[in-house]
């Protein structure tokens, strides 16, 4: 039964008309509206997005989008910097056929490159869940309730994939991964000390019934980073000026 729930979701999401009109930067963006969630509501959209760039201080070039989703971060990032290439990070085959058909609908597709993979501190293959709007590790997961994590995906740390792709630059780190920043921060220690790229992390979700938040500055703190809270645990960190 779950095995069938989720072709018939894949199904949806890769046939369903419906779509809704954001606005962003005085652009209207496409994006399609699922049968099962809504989460392209214009006060969604305001109340998730827009604090990002609120916080954000460089104007980057190369982005990861850690967590995209449907890429509603990734929309955005592409219609303010018209410059900037992206690399959506997103595990669940759902939301990956919904982000291709935004990227799609609004023109971005040549910008963008969607990776498959779930970031993590090594190399492993994890259970996955999606529910709604969130997917999460199971290793990691604040979903309650009794439904079986029953999507395999593959995790790899950010430097492993940055040494595979000879990923030549780096400006900008969005994570919102539900409860896996930790280990996603760990994975990428070597690729920030290399690049030294802006981070907004959403590490407001709870490991051991306490926010992320105090372990993921601790991290980027020993790697030379400025970390504050720009607002509901949004870790914003900048490198230290030396």
């Not at 005085?26 to 916080?55: G, K, N």
């Not at 993590?120 to 009794?146: C, K, M, P, Y």
Request: net charge neutral; glycine share 4%.
């Amino acid at each position: 039964m779950e095995k069938l729930k989720q072709a018939l979701r894949r199904v949806e999401a890769a046939v369903t008309p419906r779509r809704n009109q954001i606005t962003f930067d005085s652009h209207r963006l496409s994006v399609v509206r699922s049968l099962w969630w809504d989460d392209t509501d214009q006060r969604v959209f305001d109340s998730e997005i827009l604090p990002y760039f609120a916080v954000l201080r460089r104007r980057p070039q190369v982005v990861v989008d850690a967590g995209a989703a449907t890429g509603m971060f990734s929309l955005a990032v592409c219609t303010r910097f018209r410059g900037a290439v992206l690399y959506a990070f997103e595990p669940s085959i759902r939301q990956r056929i919904i982000l291709r058909r935004n990227l799609r609908f609004n023109s971005f597709t040549d910008r963008v490159h969607v990776e498959k993979y779930a970031l993590w501190n090594s190399f492993a293959h994890l259970d996955f869940r999606t529910h709604g709007a969130i997917s999460s590790l199971e290793a990691v997961s604040g979903l309650i309730g009794q439904m079986p994590f029953r999507e395999r995906v593959t995790a790899i740390s950010l430097d492993q994939w940055a040494a595979e792709v000879a990923l030549p630059k780096l400006d900008l780190v969005k994570m919102d991964i539900e409860g896996a920043e930790i280990e996603a921060l760990q994975g990428a220690r070597e690729t920030l000390k290399r690049f030294s790229p802006e981070l907004l992390v959403q590490a407001y979700h709870l490991r051991e019934n306490e926010q992320a938040f105090e372990r993921c500055a601790d991290v980027l703190t020993r790697l030379g980073y400025r970390c504050e809270d720009s607002g509901a645990a949004l870790l914003h960190a900048l490198p230290e000026e030396r």
